[in-house]
């Protein structure tokens, strides 16, 4: 039985190097994307992989999206949400705007999009749910108390389900990443990577998204039904 997975995020970044991932180990996959249509126009030709454009921080609309994808290709066995954004800036210049966009896009969408799945999950006694959290969630950063304070509640929010979902054969983990070498890292400028980030790294440089991927592959596998 081929399982199906639904990345959100899942066509540029890290996001992208779990969709290609869970597709070479056999899975249905299907990539949900904001807006760049140009970006997951690519990836759906290089890949093969179906995509699918929602907002991950509205609801309804992930309530709609995830009962599309299962008609489209089945029930969804495992969930990675990785859909994420940063809108920097130190606390005493943050603005609503920043706070909100950031809390609903890497928080409001773990409830958003888990909600309409996880009962299926458990109704068929198996199910992954895998959330991208961030190493600033754990250890806070410099104009990221928005961010930081979003990762955190992933990290929360799934070693509460994770208690919820562990009779019924539904686990819940949460990968927190250190720096990887995507659009989001790149954004900022070189100088404070290579002279504040870099440095900072154990291993001298910035990770590469299929590094997080090949984690994702092992906690969605029937191996990893104990963690
Ligand atoms: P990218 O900016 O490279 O990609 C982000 C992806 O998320 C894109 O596919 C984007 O879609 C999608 N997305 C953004 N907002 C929404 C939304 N509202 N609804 C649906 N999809 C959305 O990010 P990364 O690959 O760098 O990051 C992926 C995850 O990993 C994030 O949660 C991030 O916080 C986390 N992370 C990243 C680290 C890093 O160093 N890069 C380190 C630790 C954690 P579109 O293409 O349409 O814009």
Known sequence: ????????????????????????????VAANYAGNDAAAATFKEKTGIAVYKFDVGNFDACKEAAEKIEAD?????????????????????????QWNDVLRTNLDSVFNLTRPVYEGMRNRGFGRIINISSINGQKGQYGQTNYSAAKAGMIGFTKALAQEGAAKGVTVNCIAPGYIG??????????????????????????????????????????????
């Open 73 to 97: 290709l089945g029930p969804v066995d495992v969930l990675v949400n990785n859909a994420g954004i940063t809108r920097d800036a130190t606390f005493h210049r943050m603005t609503p705007e």
């Open 1 to 28: 039985m081929t399982r199906v997975a639904l990345v959100t995020g899942g066509t540029r970044g890290i996001g992208e190097a779990i969709s290609i991932g869970l597709k070479e180990a056999g899975y249905k």
């Open 182 to 227: 995507t659009e989001m890292v790149r954004a900022g400028p070189a100088e404070v990577l290579n002279t504040k980030i870099i440095p900072q790294i154990p291993v001298g440089r910035l990770g590469e998204p299929v590094e997080v991927a090949r984690c994702v592959t092992f906690l969605a596998s029937d191996d990893a039904g104990f963690i």
